[in-house]
């Protein structure tokens, strides 16, 4: 049996979450590492000149989002919810090559939820011309991804609910239904 389908009530969650980090951007541009982006942070084919209308956006989303959740499908067990949307979250972030070979996968393969949820606030290193850069030393420009890795490693060890890290990204609130949903395992 495979566990950690991205069910409905969960992608709502992800895209609520993700989304709300990645912001959407119809226009190509390049990231902080020069990576030609788009929409919800796309790199994928993404080419200086492109531009993408919100359907667009949203169709690429969603089939990436279920393309980065494919290593949480390999891990033996049921995730809670919250370490599901927070390792989903990190997965589509930082690429599932890194997120596989990470010592956080290692600590979710082996039901370490903790220690997991503890590795998330280590990756605050972005490439920039080719250097090494911590997002922590505000010259970089890059502290949001330092703010974002503090709200998935609080959502993951159940610091905070779902809406509470949605409502820090000024996002709406996932629905009651959604949530109980979500909780349950279970498509809405």
Same mark, same amino acid.
């Given at each position: ?6 069910? $409905?009530? !969960? /992608?709502? #969650? ?5 989304? %709300?980090?990645?912001?959407? +951007?119809?226009?190509?541009? @390049?990231?902080?590492? %020069? ?9 994928? #084919?993404?080419? @200086? ?9 949203? $169709?690429?989303?969603?089939?990436? =989002? @279920? ?17 599901? !949307?927070?390792? /989903? ?7 599932? %090559? ?5 010592? =956080?996968?290692?600590?979710? /393969? ?11 606030? +280590? ?6 011309? #080719?250097? !090494? ?20 490693? @609080?959502?993951? !060890? ?7 890290? =949605? ?16 909780? $349950? #395992?279970? $498509?809405?």
């Amino acid at each position: 049996m495979r566990f950690n389908k991205l069910h $409905a009530s !969960l /992608l709502a #969650g992800a895209i609520a979450l993700t989304g %709300g980090f990645e912001g959407i +951007r119809h226009v190509a541009y @390049q990231d902080s590492g %020069g990576v030609w982006t788009a929409c919800y942070g796309e790199t994928l #084919g993404i080419e @200086q000149g492109d531009t993408f209308t919100r359907a667009q956006c949203d $169709a690429m989303f969603g089939k990436s =989002l @279920q393309k980065h959740n494919t290593p949480l499908e390999d891990i033996p067990q049921q995730l809670p919810p919250e370490v599901h !949307l927070a390792s /989903l979250d990190m997965a589509y972030n930082i690429g599932t %090559g890194a997120f596989s070979r990470s010592t =956080l996968y290692q600590h979710l /393969l082996t039901a370490q939820y903790p220690q997991a949820c503890m590795e998330m606030p +280590r990756w605050t290193f972005v490439r920039i011309g #080719g250097e !090494l850069r911590n997002c922590r030393d505000s010259q970089w420009n890059c502290t949001g991804i330092v703010t974002r890795r503090e709200i998935v490693s @609080q959502l993951c !060890l159940g610091q905070i609910p779902i809406n509470d890290a =949605l409502a820090r990204l000024g996002q709406l609130p996932l629905d009651k239904e959604v949530l109980e949903a979500m909780n $349950a #395992g279970i $498509a809405p």
